[in-house]
């Protein structure tokens, strides 16, 4: 599924969380994202972004998620349907937003709680958003570098990163 398919899905997920642990699953589902998306991009990412993209596959996977994790209570990973990213730009943006509604939901759940366990799991999520947040920012910044620095008129290389493997199979 498409980075921004993922993104919205999440997006949506979080909104409707009410219960502490439902928005701390969402939490790690949209830092899982991160991490994948991240992880994408350094593969087969603009050469510019693959270090910052590499960044923010290393902050997505800091949290351990074994099989106690809460975010497995909402079935699983949503980041393991990740086949690629259609819009670049559009990815980031819109997962710099979740990101940001992630690090809102969470201040409330740690504001609201009384369980020493989850007041600190939510001040790590807190951390790990932030972090990937700013990894996002910047890589936007690149974007925006790489795209001015084209003479006016050249052909814009196509927005989309997908695996080569993939369009090869898919060209068969």
């Avoid at 909104?15 to 699953?25: C, F, G, H, K, N």
């Avoid at 993209?53 to 994790?69: N, Q, T, V």
Wanted: hydrophobic share 45%; glycine share 12%.
């Amino acid at each position: 599924m498409d980075a921004e398919r993922l993104i919205a899905t999440s997006r949506r997920a979080l909104a409707e969380s009410r219960a502490a642990l439902d928005i701390v699953a969402e939490a790690w589902q949209a830092q899982s994202l991160a991490q994948a998306i991240g992880g994408h991009l350094a593969l087969v990412g603009p050469p510019e972004l693959r270090g910052d993209a590499d960044g923010l596959s290393e902050i997505g996977g800091r949290g351990f998620i074994g099989p106690g994790h809460p975010a497995l209570r909402v079935g699983g990973m949503r980041a393991a349907q990740l086949t690629g990213v259609a819009d670049l730009r559009g990815a980031l943006l819109e997962l710099g937003v979740l990101l940001g509604e992630v690090g809102i939901a969470l201040v409330g759940v740690a504001c609201a709680t009384d369980e020493e366990g989850l007041y600190w799991q939510s001040i790590e999520a807190i951390d790990a958003a932030d972090e990937s947040s700013d990894r996002v920012r910047v890589m936007l910044r690149r974007l925006t570098v790489r795209e001015r620095s084209r003479p006016p008129g050249a052909d814009r290389e196509r927005s989309s990163v997908t695996d080569p493997a993939d369009s090869a199979a898919k060209s068969s």
